[in-house]
């Protein structure tokens, strides 16, 4: 029998790499309470208000969701300041991503982005036959430079994630200036800040106020992390003009689900649920410095909900051995990183547990 071939690019795009899921963990070593630390979501759960909405929401699951998440998108103005108008809905911001790749990309059009970053770019990039062009960093910081010597006459999109995933690391005011000036027009510049909530740095730059002035400017954003709904899926991309008019041609007319809507209104306006996602996430990456500095591993220091660990030539075994033991953290092997974990920062008792047990490992 003929099979069916694929568009020739797809056959090449590597395969993105999930955290492993406790139930998956459960199975494989019988640990009874898996501890998931893996995919930087929220220790605290859902907010409780986006928990009641979504109670009150179930009965009109009937019916459609509003194609224009219209409230959803109102609540996420007022958050980031910004006007209704100038942002788009996503199911999670991976659909924002993918929405940019196939409103923007052409075929054999590049596409620059760090060698160490979020490796949904790529696969998105690809899926629409984009030429991914690897931007070289400075140890594990994003390099202006380095995404400068990339472009090219045929780069059409340039992807930051400001914070970094995995490094934990962000670009300072300065750097994203020189980034935004020098990047020529027609090109797009992603700025990715799905962790920017987390930012303790006094110097770092959000966009979200710059669109206005860059019509080649689109920040994207998540409820998956600060806002506890991973497995809802909401997201936004921010930008002004034309940019977010040609994406709506193309979304899917019920992106974000009934309950997704609901749920990502009430969290926008639940400041009490984020204030102690913050102090949360904060304390714990403070005593993981700790604990990383007893035990004589190095650690970059990081502006999100995350940290990634050196752990040395046996990263892979200690890796192993935490799941053993029902810790689950992220592998750095698919970044081409062999020494180092990634670790989120979960509740103290969890953060305790991945500590004891990293120590009994080692
Ligand atoms: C930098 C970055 N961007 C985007 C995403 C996707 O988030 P979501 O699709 O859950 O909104 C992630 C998820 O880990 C991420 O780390």
């Known amino acids: 029998m003929k099979v069916v071939e694929p568009a020739p690019w797809i056959c090449s795009i590597p395969e993105y790499v999930p955290g492993r899921s406790k139930e998956d963990i459960a199975r ?13 979501e929220n220790p605290l759960g859902p907010s409780p208000r986006a928990l009641s909405a979504m109670r009150s929401a179930l009965e009109a699951t009937h019916l459609y969701p509003d194609p224009d998440a219209k409230d959803l998108r109102a609540a996420a103005a007022r958050f980031f300041g910004c006007k209704p108008e100038d942002i788009i809905a996503g199911n999670g911001s991976d659909e924002i991503i993918d929405l940019i790749c196939r409103t923007y990309l052409r075929p054999g059009d590049e596409v620059v982005i760090p060698e160490c970053t979020f490796s949904y770019y790529a696969i998105a990039s690809q899926a629409c036959g984009g030429v991914v062009k690897g931007a070289s960093m400075r140890g594990h910081h994003i390099d202006i430079k380095g995404i400068k ?23 300072n005011r300065d750097e994203v200036s020189e980034l935004i000036s020098r990047v020529p027009g027609g090109v797009l510049i992603v700025m990715d800040e799905a962790y920017s909530s987390f930012v303790r740095q006094a110097d770092f730059q959000g966009c979200t106020g710059l669109v206005h002035r860059h019509e080649n400017l689109i920040t994207v954003h ?9 497995g809802l899926r909401v997201g936004f ?6 940019l977010l008019k040609n994406m709506q041609r193309i979304k899917p007319p019920f992106n974000v689900n009934h309950l997704a809507q609901k ?29 990383f ?59 305790d547990a991945f500590v004891a047990a990293l120590e009994e490992v080692l």
């Not at 494989?28 to 630390?37: E, V």
């Not at 991309?237 to 034309?242: D, H, M």
């Not at 698919?334 to 953060?351: M, Y």
């Open 28 to 40: 494989q070593y019988g640990a009874a309470n898996p501890i998931k630390l893996a995919s930087n």
């Open 149 to 171: 010597a990339s472009v090219s006459p045929r780069t059409r999109v340039i992807f930051v994630a400001n914070p970094n995933n995995p490094t934990g690391t962000c670009l």
């Open 222 to 230: 998540t409820l998956s992390k600060s806002h506890g709904l991973a």
């Open 237 to 242: 991309g921010i930008a002004s003009g034309s």
């Open 263 to 291: 749920a990502g209104e009430a969290a926008l306006g639940d400041d009490d649920f984020l204030k102690e996602t913050l102090r949360i996430t904060w304390e714990g990456l403070d005593r993981l410095y700790q604990a």
């Open 293 to 351: 500095d007893r035990l004589g591993i190095s650690y970059i220091p990081s502006q999100t909900n995350f940290v990634m660990a050196h752990i040395g030539k046996d990263a892979s075994r200690v890796y192993g051995e935490l799941l053993k033991k029902g810790i689950i953290t992220r592998s750095m092997v698919s970044f081409g990183l062999h020494e180092h974990i990634r670790v989120s920062i979960g509740t103290p008792e969890e953060n």
